[in-house]
């Protein structure tokens, strides 16, 4: 699939300011500083997301719109240590709704940080998702910084602490020196022609 149009739609926190569910939808979501937003502007070709932004600041659902075709969805990252408890709970409370309101979520891009093993917010992510069956990939970020054996293992790794099903595809990238992308892309293609 190539990327030909990107237009931001909106910024959201209810349900009922998201944009109508008229097209197939794709969402990513991972922990803070996993290379979310370098991972988004990497695919869509697009400086679109802004890379680190300041934590703690009200975060929001942002929606995209993709070659007229289907919505892209950038979910605000979990895991920010100096988050209080209200807003952690405010955070939940939006993608709770997030995801089980949203009809035409066909996918969600789950990103984890190649170089370490996957936190425990990372698999009680990856529970939820299956409890609500939603359909999802794991996408590793930063594969330029691991050494040959490092790559070697990290799939594998992934595959282990998340407790991954051998049909979860499970992709390795680069944002930085965009490094199969194109395999994201064809699981995102996959999803919406459905
Ligand atoms: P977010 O908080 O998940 O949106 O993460 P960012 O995209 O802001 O990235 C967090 C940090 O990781 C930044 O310093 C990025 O430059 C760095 N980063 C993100 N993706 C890559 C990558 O593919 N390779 C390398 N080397 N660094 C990356």
């Known amino acids: 699939m190539k990327i030909k149009k990107v237009e931001f739609i909106k910024s959201a926190v209810k349900p009922e300011d998201y944009p109508p569910p008229d097209k197939p939808e794709v969402a990513i979501v991972g922990r803070s500083n996993v290379?979310?937003?370098s991972l988004i502007?990497?695919?869509l070709n697009k400086k679109i997301a802004k890379v680190s932004a300041t934590p703690g600041k009200t975060r929001?659902?942002?929606?995209?719109?993709?070659?007229?075709?289907?919505?892209f969805v950038d979910l605000p990252g979990y895991g920010y240590?100096?988050?209080?408890?209200?807003?952690?709970?405010?955070?939940?409370?939006?993608?709770?709704?997030?995801f089980?309101?949203?009809?035409?979520?066909?996918?969600?891009?789950?990103?984890?940080?190649?170089?370490?093993?996957?936190?425990n917010l990372d698999f009680i992510m990856k529970?939820?998702?299956?409890?609500?069956?939603?359909?999802?990939?794991?996408?590793?970020?930063?594969?330029d910084k691991l050494n040959q054996s490092e790559k070697a293992k990290a799939k594998k790794i992934i595959k282990e602490v998340?407790?991954?099903?051998?049909?979860?595809?499970?992709?390795l990238t680069s944002a930085k020196e965009k490094i199969n992308l194109?395999?994201?892309l064809f699981y995102v293609n996959q999803a919406i022609s459905n």
């Open 60 to 71: 929001l659902i942002n929606f995209f719109k993709i070659n007229d075709n289907f919505y």
């Open 35 to 37: 290379g979310k937003s």
């Open 81 to 98: 240590a100096s988050v209080s408890k209200a807003e952690r709970k405010k955070w939940q409370k939006m993608m709770d709704l997030y």
């Open 162 to 171: 998340l407790e991954l099903d051998d049909t979860i595809p499970v992709i």
């Open 127 to 143: 529970e939820y998702l299956e409890a609500l069956e939603i359909p999802y990939i794991v996408v590793g970020t930063k594969l």
């Open 100 to 119: 089980q309101t949203r009809e035409n979520l066909k996918l969600v891009i789950l990103l984890v940080d190649s170089r370490h093993k996957p936190t």
């Open 41 to 43: 502007n990497s695919l």
């Open 182 to 184: 194109d395999q994201v």
